[in-house]
């Protein structure tokens, strides 16, 4: 017998929703797999990767977990669900147990994205405040989103989500790819998270790796067929005849 096709669960990153998704869902979903693209709260690691470790446990069956950018520190965490048979990081961040973003990205040098921050303020339930993130209207494009059309760069400048600023310093508590395959795209001409600091993460991760030179940090809406085709990669070999 076969194990059932798992569903993709597609997670996005700062500074986007889940519309970034928009071309892997159609490619993946025109080839018949099960996929959905939760809503990434972007408040903090721990409640985010919980967020997420909800939906999957609710999915009945397997499920590959795909995480852009940020959400690749979620699924690294929330991947430790039972029924999470794989893990596809997108030009995203690998982390190992206790470590954050901010020190894995110390290691490298800094991309353009770290000064094009912009700071707000938001309100927490018990009446004080909270830095969040955007990046810079003027510098998005070409920090976030180099290789798609500069109409589509606008607006994605204009709707883009904040990051609460805790996030960076905030530990993983679990290292799913420890004991779950995985696979990596790395988008050489990132400027949002440094290509290097990718390579790391998907190397010590031990992931199947598939570079697009060229590729900006908005790669799931440039090249979603190529990202897709690692998506689908995932599903294969997570999908292989069962022994009874």
Known sequence: MTTPTPTVVLVHGAFADAAAWIGVIWELRS???PVIAPANPLRG???DAAYVASVVSQIDGPVVLVGHSYGGALITVAGTEENVVGLVYVAAYVLREGESL???????????????LKEWR????????????????????????????????TVLAAVQRP???????????????????SWALVAGADRAINPEVQRYGARRAGAVVVELPDASHAVALSEPTQV?????????????????
């Open 31 to 33: 080839r018949g797999i």
């Open 45 to 47: 690691l721990a409640s």
């Open 102 to 116: 901010g020190e894995l990205q110390a290691r490298f040098p800094d991309s353009p994205l770290t000064s094009s």
């Open 122 to 153: 938001y309100p927490l339930l018990d009446g004080d405040s909270a830095v969040e993130v955007t990046i810079d209207e003027a510098a998005f494009p070409a920090v976030f989103a180099a290789d798609v059309t500069g109409e589509v760069a």
């Open 163 to 181: 990051l609460a600023a805790a996030a960076f310093a905030e530990t993983a508590s679990a290292a799913a790819w420890l004991t779950k395959p």
């Open 228 to 244: 897709a085709e690692l998506i689908r990669d995932a599903v294969r070999a997570t999908s292989r005849p069962a022994h009874r």
